[in-house]
C-alpha cells in the first residue's frame, strides 16, 4: 500500500525544540527520512545546519546516534562506519551521511565520489538549500544562476547550478533519486526503497530556506512546490539505469507536460533581486532543454 498522511509512521526521530529556523525545509526533510529508515541508522553529518539541528553533546534534538565528521570527509566517514558495522558483524542499520549542497556539491565532493567509485554500502542525502546558509548564505556549486549571496552580493551568481545528482549517476550507482521536501511522501518512499538496495544510493533534496532565500517563513512548501511546477527541479528515480518520473513531475508529464513560467519563482524572493530579464529568459530555455530530456528519458509515462 502507498503512503499517506494517514499511513505514515507515527513515531518521531526528532524531538521538539531543535534550532532550526521557523519554516525550515530541511528539518522537515530529516523528519521524513528518519521515519522512513525507522530510526535504524548511524548518521554522519558534516559542518551545517543539520549539525546545529542535531545540537551540542550532550543536549541532541534528534533521536539516533550520529558522527560530526569534519567538512570535507562526510563519505570518508561513511565508510568508516560501514566497515565498524561489519567489523562487530551488526546488520540491518543503514549508514546515513546526510550533508547540505556545500558539504556535497563543493567541499565533501571527493571524499564521496571516493566512497562511491568503491561502491561501499551507504545511503548519501544532500539536502541542498542552494547555498552555505549555516554560516549566512555563502555562494555553493547549487546556488541558481542571478543569486544574491554573501559572496555574490552586486551581480548575483554567474554560473549555472552544479547538476550533482547527474555526477554521481555517472558513478554506476544503484539507485538514485532526486526529492523535494514539499513533497514529504516521494521522499519517504524513496528512502524506503533505497533503505533495501545495497551499495552507495545517492538522493538529492531540494530544501527551500526563508532567512537564505528571502521569502516569509510561511511559504516554503509554496516555494519547493512552485519549483517542481517550474521544472526548476524534476522529481525523478534512476535504479539500475531506469529512469522514471515521480509524484507532481510525473502527473505534471502526464497532464501534458505543460511547466509553469520560471519568472514569478524568481520575482517572489528576495535572493533575486537583481536578476535580469535576460537571465530569465535564459533560465526558461535551461529549464525547458531539461525538461524535453526527461521526458525522453522517462520509462513510466
Ligand atoms: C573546513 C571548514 N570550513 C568552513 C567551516 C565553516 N562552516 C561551517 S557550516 C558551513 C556552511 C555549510 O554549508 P552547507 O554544507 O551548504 O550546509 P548548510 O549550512 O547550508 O546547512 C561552513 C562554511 C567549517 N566548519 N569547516
Ligand atoms: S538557515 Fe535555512 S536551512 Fe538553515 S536552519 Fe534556517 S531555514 Fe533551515
Redesign the pocket.
Known amino acids: 500500500m502507498k503512503t499517506n498522511a494517514v499511513n505514515l509512521i507515527e513515531k518521531e526521530w526528532i524531538l521538539p525544540g531543535n534550532r532550526t529556523c521557523p519554516g525550515c525545509a ?1 528539518s522537515l526533510a530529516y523528519r521524513h527520512i528518519l521515519k522512513a529508515l525507522e530510526g535504524q541508522c548511524i548518521v554522519t553529518v ?6 546545529v539541528m542535531h545540537g551540542m553533546y550532550p543536549i541532541t534534538a534528534v533521536n539516533v546516534p550520529c558522527v560530526n565528521t ?3 570527509s562526510t563519505g570518508a566517514s561513511a565508510t568508516g562506519l560501514v566497515a565498524g558495522l561489519k567489523a562487530l558483524g551488526r546488520k540491518g542499520i543503514t549508514v546515513l551521511a546526510f ?6 556539491h563543493d ?1 565533501g565532493i571527493q571524499s564521496l565520489s571516493g566512497a562511491a567509485e568503491r561502491q561501499y554500502d551507504f545511503m548519501y542525502i544532500c ?1 541542498d ?1 542552494e ?5 549566512g548564505n ?1 555562494r ?1 556549486g547549487s546556488t541558481p544562476l542571478g543569486a544574491v549571496s554573501g559572496t555574490t552580493p552586486v551581480l548575483g551568481k554567474q554560473q549555472y547550478q552544479k547538476d550533482m545528482t547527474a555526477i554521481m549517476e555517472a558513478h554506476g550507482l544503484p539507485y538514485v533519486a532526486t526529492c523535494s521536501a514539499s513533497y514529504p511522501l516521494d521522499l519517504y518512499e524513496k528512502v524506503k526503497k533505497a533503505k533495501t538496495i545495497e551499495g552507495t544510493r545517492f538522493i538529492h533534496v531540494h530544501t527551500p ?1 526563508p532567512p537564505g532565500w528571502l521569502f516569509p517563513f510561511s511559504d516554503t512548501i509554496k516555494f519547493g512546490e512552485m519549483a517542481v511546477e517550474t521544472g526548476l527541479v524534476v522529481l525523478y528515480e534512476i535504479e539500475d539505469g531506469i529512469f522514471r518520473l515521480t509524484s507532481a513531475s510525473e502527473s505534471l508529464a502526464r497532464k501534458g507536460g505543460n511547466l509553469q513560467p520560471v519568472r514569478e519563482y524568481f520575482k517572489s524572493q528576495g535572493r533575486f533581486k537583481t536578476i535580469t530579464e535576460e537571465q530569465i529568459d535564459e533560465l526558461q530555455q535551461w529549464v525547458n532543454a531539461r525538461w524535453k530530456q526527461c521526458l525522453h528519458r522517462a520509462t513510466n509515462l
Open positions: 530541511l558534516p559542518a551545517s545546519c543539520a549539525t569534519p567538512f570535507a550533508a547540505g549542497d556545500g558539504g556535497t567541499i539536502y538549500n547555498g552555505y546558509m549555516n554560516t555563502q555553493s530556506c
